[in-house]
């Protein structure tokens, strides 16, 4: 039994075991200075967010202002349309051939409807 499988334990008696304490740094992030990197990033972070809040707004109100014009011009456009439609009505009556034989008659005069025209 040369070869033994028991334990072999070696030992060296120039090593020492060194038991240096390790000293932790605790850091409070309430107490952590920011970098001049960090204060810039959020000075153009906060502008930026401020002038897209703005422009968000103000192109919110433009809109607003855009539709409410247009909202004007269509009902300037409908009513025109109603005038124009209205005054077609009254043109087509004053012109009609029986409006005119009726005048005629309370004038004493006749009317040959071979000698009246209609020009539109």
């Given at each position: 039994?040369?070869?033994?499988?028991?334990?072999?334990i070696?030992?060296?008696?120039?090593?020492?075991?060194?038991s240096?304490?390790?000293?932790?740094?605790?850091?409070?992030?309430?107490?952590?200075r920011?970098?001049?990197l960090?204060?810039t990033?959020?000075?153009?972070?906060s502008?930026?967010?401020?002038?897209?809040?703005?422009?968000?707004?103000?192109?919110?109100?433009?809109a607003?202002?855009?539709?409410y014009?247009?909202s004007?011009?269509?009902?300037?456009?409908?009513?025109?349309?109603?005038?124009?439609?209205?005054?077609?009505?009254e043109?087509?009556?004053?012109t009609?051939n029986?409006r005119l034989?009726?005048?005629?008659r309370?004038?004493?005069?006749?009317?040959?409807?071979?000698?009246?025209?209609?020009?539109?």
């Amino acid at each position: 039994m040369a070869d033994s499988s028991a334990r072999r334990i070696e030992f060296e008696p120039n090593r020492q075991v060194k038991s240096e304490k390790v000293r932790r740094i605790v850091i409070n992030p309430r107490q952590v200075r920011w970098t001049g990197l960090e204060r810039t990033l959020v000075v153009i972070g906060s502008a930026v967010t401020l002038g897209m809040m703005t422009f968000l707004v103000s192109s919110s109100i433009s809109a607003t202002s855009a539709q409410y014009n247009l909202s004007n011009v269509e009902q300037s456009i409908n009513k025109k349309q109603n005038e124009i439609t209205s005054l077609n009505q009254e043109i087509g009556e004053l012109t009609s051939n029986s409006r005119l034989k009726r005048i005629a008659r309370s004038k004493g005069l006749t009317l040959n409807d071979k000698n009246i025209r209609t020009i539109r």
